[in-house]
């Protein structure tokens, strides 16, 4: 589990193929566990190796498909972040680290000292969307300005496009998407009760 403040950008040093990939990253964290979880780019994937100031994870098929992963190359840059600790503040929000869907960023804009970004938004993830609600973009936790029925915007302050790779992107870069956890609850719940089943009747039934 995540919060969705990324800790440092860190920068892939080179991309093997070895049955799984097996991805390289060059970043400042200090006493790395193997077996521990770290987001990059919003993608939570796990430590296998670790020595001097890099580490290794590795993606499946899977993951390379449902992610940004498989245009990772060397110097790629990516957000960071560690597993939230029990005790650690809530910063952001409840971030999982499964990626939903890649999306392409629409526009970008400044707009009174921040910067306005639009981003498609895939309808399967539309009914987990409203606005002012939260969206995990690239690892980070934003909030929704807006949202219509094919897209929706964000706005990054000045400290979020200093400390991510978020603000260097412009229209056609693709990105990482994760709904609020929240709000997928919330949907699927909703869809049960409409389609006459209740968490109640699906007990019954034994599921």
Same mark, same amino acid.
């Given at each position: 589990m995540f919060t969705g403040l990324v800790a440092q950008i860190g920068t892939v040093e080179r991309v093997e193929q070895s049955g799984m990939t097996d991805v390289w990253v060059a970043s400042t964290f200090d006493a790395l566990v193997l077996g521990e979880s770290i987001a990059c780019d919003g993608c939570c994937l796990t430590v296998v190796e670790a020595r001097g100031g890099s580490f290794k994870v590795q993606a499946s098929p899977e993951t %390379?498909?449902? #992610? #940004? @992963? &498989? =245009?990772?190359?060397? *110097? #790629?840059? %990516?957000?960071? +972040?560690?597993? @939230?600790? $029990? *005790?650690?503040? %809530? =910063? /952001?929000?409840w971030v999982q680290g499964h990626v939903d869907a890649v999306a392409q960023v629409l526009a970008a804009r400044p707009e009174g000292g921040s910067r306005v970004m639009a981003f498609e938004l895939p309808a399967a993830l539309a009914p987990f969307f409203i606005e002012k609600g939260s969206v995990t973009i690239d690892g980070i936790s934003l909030t929704v300005?807006? $949202?219509?029925?094919t897209q929706f915007s964000v706005a990054l302050i000045p400290e979020t496009v200093a400390r991510t790779t978020l603000g260097a992107k412009g229209p056609g870069a693709q990105v990482n998407l994760e709904a609020d956890l929240v709000g997928k609850y919330v949907a699927r719940q909703q869809q049960l +009760? $409409? /389609? /006459? %089943?209740?968490? +109640? &009747?699906?007990?019954?039934? /034994?599921?």
């Open positions: %390379l498909r449902r #992610t #940004t @992963l &498989s =245009g990772w190359k060397t *110097g #790629t840059r %990516l957000n960071l +972040e560690r597993a @939230l600790r $029990v *005790g650690d503040r %809530l =910063g /952001g929000h300005n807006a $949202v219509e029925a +009760e $409409v /389609g /006459g %089943l209740t968490e +109640e &009747s699906l007990r019954k039934a /034994g599921f």
